[in-house]
């Protein structure tokens, strides 16, 4: 008889092949799909022979699996997707269940979804982060699409995904493309986080004079504070590694271009459409942009020789990691404000709670703050914003003074702190009932007779200004 299979996945690179080495793992038949004979092998060396396969044949692949059919694809997101759609679809049975684990725009998903709708087949966009390790040990799963498509593979991603106090770390997020939208706002605090805590590896070596070795041991003892995360934690690890080809560490040959495979770009595209202020993941996304502008900065460089000999506040490593946690608490708020925001004008309902709960293990962005943010929208599940939460009030108020001094301290020294100063700016913008942009209003009006609102009366009111 021939063994069927529960579950399917397309696309058998190192994250497809870990993300089904470990459904096998907990008890489902998998089955692998993939069009390099390699990739396949590669699988099968991996063992778990008799409740794993791999296949260079779609027709034997869809063949053997259980109905209805649960497929995912792990493939480059854009064109691979539509492609892999547009193969398999006239193999598939009503009823059946495609899922997209990749990063994929959510229009695209939108896309997808109501085109496979008229087929009779499910579409999900699933979210997963974790990176390859967490794909093999336990990722977070953020699942978007028909909830009753959900049911059909929650035993599955329940089981897979990253455990907290026992807690699966994946729920369904809402309809439609949900999931990836969720992940692409993931992303956009990801980079946040990141270029947060470059920022503070700068201002430490170069302020500070911390070599590597220390910079090591400092990010280790944030990583048993409050700043305990993965990214923190794994920047500790980067210290620490030698390099292969000089007698150095292997950060100090890096070059400081970063790269991006656009989904930071794309929140920051979608919060302008959206209205919503994300300035500080914005900002992590233009330093990814600053630093590819390597030669004209090299040349700027030695252009620009001014030696910032400013009033600079003596600062202690400590004030450093207070203004960093400062930060990510800014970071996250904007990304919650953006989900909040997309939740009403997509209608994907969006549970913030939810969403925190699973993000706590998993995802690239998992740290101890995400408890907090968890418990501040299980506390008052209408929460406008997180900055408005009582608990998270008192945080940021025991930080902020800190974060000011190291400010102070990076324009003083002519340290750039890009993200830094705008997550301080951000929240000093926040907080203040009086902003200048009633001048804003009048210089509308004069030039264009654009017209005002007024604090004492209701109405729109036009002035002639000469
Ligand atoms: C994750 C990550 C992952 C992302 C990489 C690279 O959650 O596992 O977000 O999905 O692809 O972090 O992203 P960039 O190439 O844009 O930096």
Not at 179 to 207: A, T
């Amino acid at each position: 008889m021939t063994q069927l299979f529960d579950f399917g996945l397309v696309g058998l690179g190192v994250m497809g092949r870990n993300f089904l080495l470990n459904v096998a793992d907990h008890h489902f038949f998998a089955i692998g799909l993939d069009t390099d004979a390699q990739k396949v092998s590669d699988l099968i060396d991996e063992g778990h022979s008799d409740i794993i396969e791999g296949t260079l044949d779609k027709v034997a692949f869809i063949k053997k699996l259980t109905r209805p059919r649960k497929i995912m694809l792990l493939v480059p997101a854009g064109r691979p997707v539509d492609h892999v759609i547009a193969d398999l679809v006239p193999l598939l049975d009503s009823g059946d269940l495609i899922i997209d684990g990749g990063n994929s725009h959510f229009e695209d998903t939108n896309r997808r979804f109501t085109s496979l709708k008229s087929k009779d087949i499910y579409f999900m966009g699933a979210g997963v982060s974790g990176g390859s390790e967490g794909a093999r040990k336990g990722p977070s799963i953020m699942p978007g699409g028909d909830p009753e498509a959900y049911e059909i593979i929650k035993p599955i991603f329940e089981a897979v995904a990253a455990k907290v106090n026992d807690e699966p770390c994946v729920n369904f997020m809402g309809k439609g493309s949900a999931g990836n939208y969720v992940k692409m706002i993931h992303n956009g605090i990801e980079y946040s986080l990141m270029q947060l805590i470059g920022e503070s590896y700068q201002l430490m070596k170069l302020g500070l004079k911390q070599d590597n070795h220390r910079l090591k041991q400092t990010y280790h003892d944030w990583n048993q504070g409050v700043l305990q995360s993965f990214l923190v934690e794994i920047t500790s690890q980067i210290f620490d590694k030698k390099d292969d080809f000089t007698s150095g560490d292997l950060v100090d040959q890096i070059l400081d271009k970063a790269k991006q495979k656009g989904t930071g770009k794309w929140t920051s595209q979608n919060a302008m459409d959206l209205g919503v202020a994300i300035p500080t993941i914005d900002a992590a996304v233009s330093m990814r942009q600053i630093s590819s502008m390597k030669d004209i900065r090299m040349k700027a460089s030695e252009k620009y020789t001014e030696r910032s000999d400013g009033f600079a506040p003596e600062i202690s490593v400590e004030e450093v990691r207070d203004a960093l946690y400062f930060a990510f608490i800014m970071s996250y708020a904007q990304g919650m404000d953006q989900l909040s925001r997309a939740s009403k004008e997509y209608q994907y309902d969006l549970n913030l709670q939810s969403i925190a709960q699973i993000w706590r293990g998993g995802c690239i962005i998992r740290a101890r703050f995400l408890e907090d943010i968890h418990l501040a929208y299980k506390n008052d599940s209408s929460l406008e914003n997180l900055l408005l939460s009582p608990a998270i009030i008192d945080k940021v108020n025991s930080v902020v003074g800190a974060t000011r001094k190291v400010v102070q301290y990076t324009v003083a020294k002519g340290i750039p702190t890009l993200a830094l100063s705008n997550a301080l700016n951000y929240f000093d913008v926040f907080k203040s009932a009086e902003l200048p942009l009633n001048l804003i209003q009048a210089q509308r009006d004069l030039f264009g007779s654009h017209t005002y609102e007024r604090k004492d009366r209701s109405g729109v009111f036009h002035s002639e200004w000469d």
